[in-house]
């Protein structure tokens, strides 16, 4: 039996080989564009490459995982196409020696980090406002605002270990949505 539009999410469930040739062949031009966007300003040809070797790997080993319809499907690899270009982005960029002859950036590059920083944001954003309203304030203070620990807690009459403790169970539950949601689920 060979993969089709209508049977290739379940022969891929399945490990069968010609269900990834078919994503190979039919999604290729949609990852590469997500990769391509992402990572075109390091101007690395091999990353893009070795990137969007790594996203097919990802959908190879996480497909039993998903749940849905084609269309959920091109939802969820250009979801795990986008996180995993943004890793590569930023351990490249982490990796990355800055010359003094380096320090002034093009227009280009600082547009399309703020882009993708915003982006970033406002993604978090979305995920913060499913906590309660106190941890709400608290992540907002702390991790945009800049605040430290100490200053949060007397603004809102708790104890430091009271902030650190929410701060915690809310990083966990924020890493729980995310890896659900990379899994072919959402943001509950």
Excluded at 102 to 119: C, F, G, H, N, V
């Amino acid at each position: 039996m060979k993969s089709t539009e209508s049977n290739f999410i379940h022969r891929l469930k399945s490990e069968k080989e010609d269900a990834l040739e078919y994503v190979v062949d039919n999604y290729l031009p949609l990852i590469k564009g997500v990769s391509y966007k992402v990572l075109s300003p390091l101007k690395n040809d091999g990353m893009i490459d070795e990137c969007i070797n790594d996203i097919f790997l990802s959908i190879w080993h996480h497909a039993k995982d998903f749940n849905g319809d084609t269309t959920d499907f091109k939802k969820w690899i250009c979801i795990i196409a986008k996180f995993k270009a943004i890793d590569y982005y930023r351990k490249a960029t982490r990796n990355m020696e800055v010359s003094s002859e380096q320090m002034e950036l093009q227009p280009a590059d600082s547009i399309e980090k703020s882009l993708i920083l915003t982006e970033n944001r406002n993604e978090l954003m979305q995920l913060i406002h499913k906590l309660d309203p106190i941890d709400q304030q608290i992540f907002i203070m702390r991790f945009f605002l800049g605040e430290s620990t100490e200053a949060i807690a007397k603004k809102l009459g708790k104890t430091k270990a009271s902030v650190d403790n929410r701060i915690y169970r809310g990083k966990k539950r924020l890493n729980g949505q995310v890896k659900k949601f990379l899994l072919g689920g959402s943001y509950v």
